[in-house]
């Protein structure tokens, strides 16, 4: 993630600046500007797990550069009882029984801006034959 840079000039009295600018007010018919616009970032903690049929797993989430630090959880496939559930405190609980190999992803997507979101790419979940698996990769 990178920061994006607006150019222009304004005629306006009222222009907002920041803390720390070169110059705060308007120094004549018209000025230039250049401003840094810090892009939404979000990223997830752990990214990988390993565990087992009912394991609980704590996610995560940080964003960076946004007054709103909140996040929505999902994930795919959507709360199914027969894989597990994720609440929106983050929190991952495996189903005790788990049948064949599955895949799911865990995605932390920022409620300041939706079009920014991290996620735990897969949960690999081994097929067994007739006994629970010993251990999970997510």
């Not at 304004?10 to 803390?19: L, N």
């Not at 401003?35 to 997830?44: D, H």
């Amino acid at each position: 993630a990178g920061n994006a840079y607006v150019a222009g000039y304004t005629e306006s009295a009222e222009f907002p600046s920041t803390a720390g600018a070169v110059q705060t007010k308007l120094g004549g018919t018209f000025d230039a500007f250049i401003a840094r616009v810090n892009e939404v970032a979000v990223s997830v903690s752990p990214p990988a797990v390993t565990g087992k049929p009912g394991m609980i797993q704590q996610f995560t989430a940080t964003v960076t550069n946004a007054k709103d630090t909140g996040v929505r959880w999902t994930l795919n496939p959507a709360d199914d009882q027969k894989i597990g559930s994720l609440n929106q405190a983050g929190i991952f609980t495996a189903s005790n029984s788990l049948l064949g190999t599955q895949s799911i992803i865990v995605t932390a997507t920022s409620t300041a801006d939706p079009g920014r979101s991290a996620a735990v790419l897969r949960c690999r979940i081994p097929r067994t034959s007739g006994h629970h698996p010993s251990h999970t990769s997510i």
